[in-house]
Nanobody
Framework: QVQLVESGGGLVQAGDSLRLSCAAS????????MGWFRQAPGKEREFVAA????????YYADSVKGRFIISRDNAKNTVYLQMNSLKPEDTAVYYC?????????????WGQGTQVTVSS
């Protein structure tokens, strides 16, 4: 089992930056990828970014490429999502997830989500 707890959400203005954190605990396999997903009201949950837990590979959705940066601190068992140049369309509940190939298969482990609201 893996437990994930997100933090760092809030209300910001367009153009601002925000950093989300995901604290992980439990049995995290080296083959796992840690991912960020988001769900806006009335829309399906979508992939945002992912990083290999034991490696440097990162993956981004086209909509956030060049603005968001995913990183991890294995010593703290924490994954971060640095969000820059935020836009109103980035408004959503952001979820941290863990699993194998999270860009392809629905991750088995999810956090409770953190709200990000970007005002224009």
């Amino acid at each position: 089992q893996v437990q994930l707890v997100e933090s760092g959400g809030g209300l910001v203005q367009a153009g601002d930056s925000l950093r989300l954190s995901c604290a992980a605990s439990g049995r995290i396999l080296s083959s796992y990828e840690m991912g960020w997903f988001r769900q806006a009201p009335g829309k399906e949950r979508e992939f945002v970014a992912a990083i290999r837990w034991n490696g440097g590979n990162t993956y981004y959705a086209d909509s956030v490429k060049g603005r968001f940066i995913i990183s991890r601190d294995n010593a703290k068992n924490t994954v971060y999502l640095q969000m820059n140049s935020l836009k109103p369309e980035d408004t959503a509940v952001y979820y941290c997830a863990a699993g194998i190939m999270v860009t392809t298969f629905r991750p088995p482990y999810w956090g409770q989500g953190t709200q990000v609201t970007v005002s224009s």
